[in-house]
């Protein structure tokens, strides 16, 4: 049987207070990132929907800031 190990997730917002990064830039970096990655949609009511992050998520994220912020033009090459 499967167990899911993550206890808590954080929200984007979170997660953006926590490492003072903008939110809009956040989710650019973090579009990419799969469940794997420890990053999950969360579902509102409607249609909204939050990015939330496990604890291995924030890991990975903070290495695709380092990353990001060492090659800015990454996210302009997938703008096209």
Known sequence: MHVNKAHA???VAR???DLGE???WLW???NG???EDGVIGVYGT???QVMAF???G???LTELIRIHKDDPELLKRWDR
């Open 9 to 11: 997730v954080f929200t």
């Open 15 to 17: 997660v953006v207070k």
């Open 22 to 24: 903008d939110e809009d």
């Open 28 to 30: 650019d970096v973090a």
């Open 33 to 35: 990132m799969d469940t």
């Open 46 to 48: 409607g249609d909204d």
């Open 54 to 56: 496990t604890d291995f």
């Open 58 to 60: 924030i890991e990975n």
